[in-house]
């Protein structure tokens, strides 16, 4: 008896299992010409897939547009992004419309194969049908790629894809975006930009042990390829609170006076949103900004009392970190304190929040690699210091930063924060722009 | 006062640990190869090798160099014996008013010790941040093959004590 009710909950689990975990296979269809879909749709779709960042987890560095194969590294191993050219064979060709809109939506491929959640369907669930068919207008009229997709790097039982369906039941949140009436359309376009396609949070938002991003501290700071992802909500560690109009300045230049420059990742944010139309930035921050929302009491409010409190003598903090002193003295005043504004200048350091930031990675960085120039455009650039200091250097030079320009306590870890640093930049630097150069590992991919 | 190495020989330097590399090149030890630019780095003007690396001498404070073989362009050869990136420069007529040039040949020989045989993305991406407003570019990059080549054959040998 006890037998065969075990036996009918087992059956009974796995038919449950089986129906959380099945999708149907969508039919395969002759893949379309590029002059089926409407210009109109696909200049709009170009434009939401540049607001999706589509491009930078899509294609690697010095490959071909959209054709996959990054590895994006996760605690949980090494997955790649697939081939999503109209190739008929190893890219999405053979998708019809409603197949492009599931994987979207739910994560579940043309086969019906639920996809890692490194794609952020639990962002993307949010778009619009409409904005899902000009993107799919777009994908489908790029350049076909034959780019057979790689082998994903899991440990079983992560590389069983039903295992998804699970991850799904506890953290996809399926619907598109609905709109708070209370609210100006403009916040509405933005809280849908950023919920959704732009997917801010994916970065932004710390994750939890299974790899979803913490719902309840959302925006609080994550990590992305070795740099930190500021918080961006109340607890932003920016010296100097962030309003609509920096963010809008930002996320359009590349750079904002009061703020400093985008970098590592953020910076192929950047250079992506430049094809977005401005009323779109202009929505991204206005609702960011309500995101961010009234600086708290007591925090430094405008640049003028920030640069007057670094102007204080530094003696304690040169008396401190001589060595980090005589560097900056050297190296970074000449353009950090000229008192020239970006681009040309650059930032005082006592607005950066690299500086006053939790963690010292960012600043690390940068030292080590500098700030390129963009071609075409008036934009910031700061030579690379990793060939004149020595790991020894850095890390005197970041503590005298710190104590020196902010308020915060002393970073911890800051010697190993550079090792690892320079460890993950040595083959970037030495990497030469060829597409045989294709960096083996997501963390040198990005162009700071 | 420190010592400091220049083109393998030792110099006693009484400077501050901050001055700036290129002023004790060109006001100390009269090595006038490497140029002010800009002071900011952002020229590259002013680039030596320090320990067989390209470093912007303008931005290098001397409390960096402590133990380090600095190399300026002085050291890769002389006006009678040119070593090879300089004999390639000259065959090539690479220099127009010649001011960015010697900051262009201090990366370039950094990028052959480290690469022998770069490609021309290799040292378009190598020289970006080095200024040239006379428009010497692609003769540049020829000459930059030609040291290449220069340095992989026999009669290469002047330049071989260059080299740190």
Known sequence: ?448 | MMTLKVNGRDHQVDAEPDTPLLYVLRDELELNAAKFGCGLGQCGACTVMVDGKAVLSCVTPLLLLEGKQVTTLEGLGSIEAPGPIQRAFMEEQAAQCGYCIAGMMMRAQALLQRNPKPSDDDIRAELEPHLCRCGTHMRILRAVHRAAHLMQTADASTGRRSAQ
């Not at chain 1, 890219?91 to 197949?99: D, F, K, L, N, Q």
């Not at chain 1, 020894?392 to 005298?400: E, G, M």
């Not at chain 1, 040595?426 to 030469?432: D, E, G, K, R, Y």
């Open chain 1, 1 to 448: 008896m006890v037998g065969s009710v075990v036996a009918a909950l087992v059956v009974a689990g796995a038919v449950v299992a089986f129906a959380i975990a099945w999708r149907p296979a969508i039919a395969a269809i002759e893949p379309p010409s590029p002059q089926a879909f409407d210009a109109a749709l696909v200049k709009r779709g170009r434009e939401l897939a540049a607001a999706g960042n589509c491009s930078t987890c899509h294609t690697v560095r010095g490959g071909k547009d959209f054709a996959g194969g990054l590895p994006v590294p996760t605690p949980f191993g090494t997955i790649y992004s697939s081939n999503i050219t109209p190739d008929a064979e190893t890219g999405i060709g053979r998708w019809p419309e409603a197949a492009f809109r599931r994987a979207m939506r739910e994560g579940v491929d043309r086969d019906g194969r639920h996809l890692y959640p490194t794609f952020p369907y639990d962002h993307f669930t949010n778009v619009s049908d409409e904005d899902d068919r000009a993107i799919y207008a777009f994908v489908m009229t790029r350049q076909p790629v034959h780019s057979p997709g790689r082998a994903n790097q899991l440990a079983f039982p992560l590389d069983q894809r039903f295992v998804i369906a699970g991850w799904k039941l506890l953290f996809l949140h399926g619907g598109t975006y609905k709109p708070d009436s209370t609210k100006s359309a403009e916040w509405n376009r933005g809280a849908y930009l950023v919920e959704g396609l732009a997917h801010c949070g994916a970065c932004h938002t710390p994750r939890n042990a299974l790899g979803a991003e913490r719902v309840s501290a959302a925006f609080a700071g994550g990590d992305v390829d070795n740099w930190h992802a500021y918080a961006i909500n109340a607890q932003s560690p920016a010296p100097v609170p962030w309003t609509a109009e920096a963010l809008y300045a930002y996320l359009r230049n590349g750079w904002q006076a009061d703020h400093g420059v985008a970098r590592g990742p953020m910076a192929e944010v950047v250079s992506n949103l430049s094809s977005v139309p401005d009323s779109d930035i202009r929505a991204i921050a206005s609702y960011m900004a309500d995101v961010f929302g009234a600086p708290a009491p007591g925090r430094k409010q405008g640049v003028e009392d920030v640069l007057a409190k670094a102007k204080s003598p530094p003696a304690a903090a040169a008396k401190l970190e001589p060595v980090g002193a005589a560097i900056y003295a050297a190296s970074c005043a000449p353009c950090h304190e000229t008192g020239r504004p970006l681009p040309y200048g650059g930032v005082n350091l006592a607005l950066s929040t690299a500086i006053s930031g939790p963690d010292p990675r960012n600043a690390a960085n940068i030292v080590l690699s500098g700030v390129r120039p963009v071609e075409g455009e008036r934009s910031p650039i700061m030579p690379s210091f990793a060939a004149s200091m020595n790991d020894a250097q850095i890390t005197a030079l970041l503590n005298y930063l710190r104590t020196r320009f902010s308020d915060q306590p002393a970073w911890t870890g800051v010697e190993q924060t550079v090792a690892d640093a320079r460890r993950t930049q040595t083959v970037f630097l030495q990497t030469s722009p060829g597409p045989n150069n294709a960096p083996a590992e997501a963390s040198q991919r990005d162009k700071p």
